[in-house]
């Protein structure tokens, strides 16, 4: 049972509850050999932003959807077509 960032979280299609992959936001610094989100320059910025809205995958079904369709309290019982 999840008791940190994912408690209350589960897949709604297989109810995997280990991982989900989130798409998400960050600075990164960018120049012409490429990105680095390490930089001195993003220092003040570090961080990682997502919400309830940003989009979510499931890593061991496939299943995609916003991540607020991952809260347990809101989803049918497994088995049934996922929201």
Known sequence: MNTNCLEG???P???H???ILVYASMWV???DDGTDPFADSTKHCRGVEYDDYSGARCPKCGYEGTLDKWEIDWQPELGGDAP
């Open 9 to 11: 979280k589960r897949c």
């Open 13 to 15: 299609k297989c109810g």
């Open 17 to 19: 509850e280990d991982e």
């Open 29 to 31: 610094s960018l120049q």
